[in-house]
């Protein structure tokens, strides 16, 4: 089992930046896939980027340029990046984690970004 400690959610107002952080722990083999996931009110969950055990990541087109996922193997650790923040991108941020199959996520941390 595979627990996960997002943190780093709040408010900022717009061109401004946070950095949110997802720490696993447990009994841990190997995590693949790390990934950060948004959803806001009335929607549904979007991927917003995803980073591959090697290093390889993938953005969502409304972030690209914006943010920066990057992980910290050692310490089972992922983080986002988020600059210059937009009211769009208002939402509650969940990570994703693949760990021997299975996927885990975690409770989520609110990101609210005023205009």
């Known amino acids: 089992q595979v627990q996960l400690v997002e943190s780093g959610g709040g408010l900022v107002q717009a061109g401004g930046s946070l950095r949110l952080s997802c720490a696993a722990s447990?009994?841990?083999?190997?995590?693949?896939?790390m990934s950060w996931y948004r959803q806001a009110p009335g929607k549904q969950r979007d991927l917003v980027a995803v980073?591959?055990?090697?290093?390889?990541?993938n953005y969502a087109d409304s972030v690209k340029g914006r943010f920066t996922i990057s992980r910290d193997n050692a310490q089972n650790t992922v983080y986002l990046q988020m600059d210059n923040l937009k009211p769009e991108d208002t939402a509650v941020y969940y990570c994703?984690?693949?760990?021997?199959?299975?996927?885990?996520w975690g409770q989520g941390t609110q990101v609210t970004v005023s205009s």
């Open positions: 447990g009994r841990i083999f190997r995590i693949n896939d």
């Open positions: 994703k984690v693949v760990h021997l199959r299975s996927d885990y």
């Open positions: 980073i591959t055990s090697g290093g390889s990541t």
